[in-house]
């Protein structure tokens, strides 16, 4: 019994898993914790899924997250994150390259309709 002080426990944690994001008080802030509960929800989980399923697939999020901004940052244009860098790092992932393609070109639309209204409107 008095070797179980020694290891280290399922108590203690030598990686806090954060990935560098400081935690504050010792609990970071969940920034897309309502997002990933409805996105859960969409796939089939329950509607109020566990805390415990959503920590964790926000941990991932924020991983994954961190790890693209870190290499997109590494490429192209030093320390600066554009959408070329992005689209060239996703570009060997056939279903988010497309997502990303899909995405890009209905925010070129969305600019196009808007410009279009505001002429409209106020007769630039």
Do not use: W
């Not at 802030?29 to 969409?42: N, V």
């Not at 994954?64 to 244009?77: L, Q, Y």
């Not at 393609?101 to 309709?113: G, V, Y």
């Amino acid at each position: 019994m008095a070797d179980e002080e020694d290891e280290p426990g399922f108590d203690e944690e030598l990686d806090d898993g954060t990935g560098g994001v400081d935690v504050g008080h010792g609990k970071r802030k969940r920034l897309f914790s309502k997002e990933l509960r409805c996105m859960m929800y969409g796939f089939g989980d329950d509607q109020n899924p566990y805390t415990e399923s959503v920590d964790i697939l926000e941990d991932l999020v924020i991983e994954f997250i961190t790890e693209m901004t870190h290499k997109a940052m590494s490429i192209g244009r030093q320390g600066r994150v554009q959408v070329e860098d992005i689209v060239f790092l996703i570009r060997k992932d056939p279903r988010k390259f497309a997502r990303v393609k899909d995405l890009l070109t209905m925010n070129e639309e969305l600019k196009r309709a808007r410009k279009a209204f505001d002429e409209a409107n106020y007769g630039s």
